[in-house]
């Protein structure tokens, strides 16, 4: 339950303090102009960093231990995010960047003896002299692969938050809180940012977010493998970075081999040569999700492999991406040929939009999902303190929305109050707000199944497009809670009922944002959804 509400807290603040920060990116000159080798062409504010690192680092400090690691890591990850937004400001040069970054990872690697002690593939135990400066050069590393890879609307994040779910996941089986609570934390606060950042992004995370997510995917992936669980495969932060490291390598060959400047921007990356044989921003976004996803989760089912078995993986599924897009260039392929359906998408495309196809899934949604609310409301289980807390905040938002409902942010605060009762409300209460017993379970799966074919029908076939629009944070999702639910669901009985709980709430979630948009009044009717629900819960606890 401290790794749920470090995620929620952390959401809850990236997602409410990054359309204030847009609001001041141009006083704060954190602006991102468009120029010859970037994708976009009208002036991005780059301000999410400072939500998602803010979201986190709160979120960490209210629910995480302070020891010697996290304090050197609370220490590094302020120091990243003041160089960071200095560089969003001012544009700092890379040296200077270079020293930040040191600055930063020295303290932990040393001070907190956080290091890597054996050396992969070879399986050579290391002297801290040796371990230590090698540590510090491969944080250092994955900072700037992150940075680098921060090409397309959601790329970065969407990649670091698969590897996030994954030291999550891992951390857990492990048994460790302090992981997970930190992993979730990182997650909550990408979360909150996606939420501006998918195509067309309204915000880019600059290099305060870039810097600060490497940063903390590096520490935690050492973190991991070397006091968490040492009989992880030590080559597995490789599969579990993914994309990025390989892609910065093959970057820094290509300006080598070019006689370029190592440091110098430049247009070949694996997402810029995506664009340049025909793919559209967020099908380009959509392949390397789908290529990190695999790695992430060969990453999870291969954790106790040899680290030669890993490692030549990780090697074949980065040939495969670079020889198809070699041969693409060589032979003149092009993914925008004229009449070419992409995937899935252009068979959707081709049936009919009936009337019904795209109204009745819409008010089934409606109905159901605050009809949910209220019938799992009554069979919330006792309540931890935390929960109460995270309860009691969920009435504050509530009362304020009440207060504030006709001004322009006050929907916003209705729908935070919900999303955040959500997971409460699956978490506390027995499965699909239903009593244990064995004979409801049927219909609870049936219950979300059906939930979810309605979302999805109402999200493609609404007569408004806009209103709710597919894009690749979806995908992201949908990715995640599949990939989730196989691989829980798979293990433990209790970690395959914590699968089936996280394919509710993203069920839940996304009814929720669907029905705020399909109506005027969806936001006052899950408000009275909720409400309702909290005061079952306050009279079953008083009973």
Not at 37 to 65: N, Y
Not at 413 to 429: F, N
Not at 439 to 463: Q, R
């Amino acid at each position: 339950m401290t790794a749920l509400l470090a995620m929620m807290t952390a959401l809850v603040i990236s997602i409410s303090l990054t359309p204030l920060m847009i609001r001041l990116a141009p006083r704060m000159r954190m602006v991102d102009l468009p120029d010859p080798r970037k994708v976009h062409l009208t002036p991005i504010p780059r301000v999410g960093g400072l939500g998602i690192a803010v979201g986190t680092l709160t979120a960490i400090m209210l629910f995480v231990p302070i020891d010697g690691i996290v304090g050197w890591y609370l220490f590094g990850a302020a120091v990243l995010l003041v160089f960071g937004a200095a560089d969003d400001s001012m544009e700092l040069g890379h040296w200077v960047k270079f020293v930040g970054q040191f600055i930063a990872v020295i303290p932990i690697v040393h001070f907190g003896d956080l290091w890597v002690t054996t050396l992969p593939v070879f399986d050579i135990a290391l002297s801290p002299w040796i371990g230590k400066p090698f540590t510090v050069i491969a944080i250092v590393g994955v900072i700037n692969a992150i940075n680098h890879s921060d090409g397309l609307d959601g790329l970065a994040s969407g990649e670091a938050l698969m590897s996030f779910a994954a030291i999550a996941y891992l951390g857990f089986l492990a048994g460790d809180g302090q992981c997970l609570a930190i992993a979730a934390a990182a997650a909550g606060g990408i979360l909150g940012f996606l939420r501006f950042n998918t195509h067309p992004a309204r915000v880019f995370m600059g290099d305060a977010g870039s810097q600060f997510i490497g940063y903390t995917l590096g520490v935690m992936v050492v973190l991991l493998t070397q006091k968490v669980n040492p009989a992880l495969s030590m080559a597995i932060p490789a599969l579990l970075l993914g994309l990025p490291i390989v892609d910065i390598i093959a970057v820094f060959a290509q300006r080598i081999h070019g006689g370029m400047n190592w440091f110098k921007a430049s247009r070949n990356h694996i997402h810029h040569r995506l664009l340049a044989i025909g793919f559209q921003h967020y099908q380009a976004v959509l392949i390397i999700y789908t290529v990190q996803a695999v790695m992430v989760v060969n990453a999870v089912n291969l954790a106790y492999e040899s680290d030669l078995v890993i490692i030549g993986l990780y090697l074949a599924l980065s040939a495969l991406v670079f020889i198809a897009l070699i041969a693409a260039e060589r032979t003149g392929w092009r993914a925008d040929v004229a009449g070419r359906s992409w995937l899935i998408l252009g068979i959707l495309d081709s049936i009919h939009e009936s009337k019904a196809v795209a109204v009745v899934p819409r008010w089934l949604v409606f109905v159901a999902v605050p009809a949910f609310m209220v019938v799992a409301s009554f069979s919330v289980n006792e309540l931890a303190v935390d929960s109460k807390v995270a309860l009691a905040l969920v009435a504050l938002l509530l009362v304020a929305y009440v207060s504030l409902r006709k001004k322009s942010h006050g929907e916003y605060l209705s729908r935070l109050a919900v999303y955040a009762l959500i997971p409460l409300l699956v978490w506390s209460g027995q499965p699909g707000g239903l009593p244990e017993a064995a004979e409801y379970k049927p219909f609870t799966d049936v219950f979300f199944i059906a939930l979810g074919i309605c979302v999805l029908l109402a999200a493609k076939f609404a007569a408004d497009r806009d209103q709710f629009a597919p894009n690749t944070m979806d995908f992201l999702l949908l990715l995640f809670v599949v990939i989730a639910g196989f691989v829980l669901s798979s293990g433990e009985e209790t970690t395959a009922r914590l699968g089936s709980l996280l394919i509710q709430v993203v069920v839940l979630f996304y009814g929720c944002e669907l029905i705020m948009r399909i109506s005027r009044a969806g936001a006052q009717v899950l408000s009275a959804a909720a409400a309702v629900s909290l005061v079952a819960i306050a009279l079953r606890a008083a009973g």
